[in-house]
């Protein structure tokens, strides 16, 4: 814990542990590194989807059921705690992640890394709730190797 009392995040042990074995078997450094970590990692996030498709469904429901309640009162707009607090959690372990792989691989962000958290998980969520819908695994690969290869692009070498 850090002085303020709030939790350092840090990634799921589950991706955090995939990305420390690649990064042990790297034979570079830098974007190349960089994009062997990231995909190590999000290949480590999928069996969490596909173990447990009904958490996430209720995941977004529960989600969509707090945004309902917030927009059926335009005038009393308010944000939803456990919501915010949920998302914020995820944030910050998608930081944790992304520092972790930039870390390893010896490369630097050229963007904030919380607004890449931000639109890394944006595309995830929407990603997954496609196969939720579609159970087409074959287009999520290829989205996640997208993510991949654009969140790349977004470091560079130190």
Same mark, same amino acid.
């Given at each position: 814990?850090?002085?303020?009392?709030?939790?350092?995040?840090?990634?799921?042990?589950?991706?955090?542990?995939?990305?420390?074995?690649?990064?042990?078997?790297?034979?570079?450094?830098?974007?190349?590194?960089?994009?062997?970590?990231?995909?190590?990692?999000?290949?480590?996030?999928?069996?969490?989807?596909?173990?447990?498709?009904?958490?996430?469904?209720?995941?977004?429901?529960?989600?969509?059921?707090?945004?309902?309640?917030?927009?059926?009162?335009?005038?009393?707009?308010? &944000?939803?705690?456990?919501?915010?607090?949920?998302?914020?959690?995820?944030?910050?372990?998608?930081?944790?992640?992304?520092?972790?792989?930039?870390?390893?691989?010896?490369?630097?962000?050229?963007?904030?890394?919380?607004?890449?958290?931000?639109?890394? @998980? &944006?595309?995830?969520?929407?990603?997954?709730?496609?196969?939720?819908?579609?159970?087409?695994?074959?287009? @999520?690969?290829?989205?996640?190797?997208? @993510?991949?290869?654009? @969140?790349?692009?977004?470091?560079?070498?130190?």
């Amino acid at each position: 814990m850090s002085a303020s009392r709030e939790v350092i995040a840090r990634p799921r042990p589950s991706i955090e542990i995939a990305v420390e074995k690649a990064a042990e078997a790297l034979d570079c450094t830098g974007t190349r590194a960089l994009r062997v970590l990231l995909h190590a990692g999000v290949s480590a996030f999928w069996p969490s989807i596909t173990d447990a498709p009904e958490k996430q469904i209720r995941g977004y429901e529960s989600t969509i059921a707090a945004l309902r309640r917030r927009w059926e009162n335009r005038g009393s707009c308010f &944000s939803d705690p456990a919501i915010t607090a949920r998302f914020r959690d995820m944030d910050a372990e998608a930081v944790a992640f992304l520092n972790l792989c930039a870390e390893r691989s010896a490369t630097q962000w050229l963007e904030p890394v919380d607004s890449i958290a931000a639109y890394s @998980l &944006s595309v995830m969520q929407g990603a997954v709730l496609r196969w939720l819908a579609t159970n087409d695994e074959e287009t @999520l690969l290829v989205v996640f190797d997208d @993510l991949v290869t654009c @969140l790349s692009a977004k470091a560079v070498d130190r």
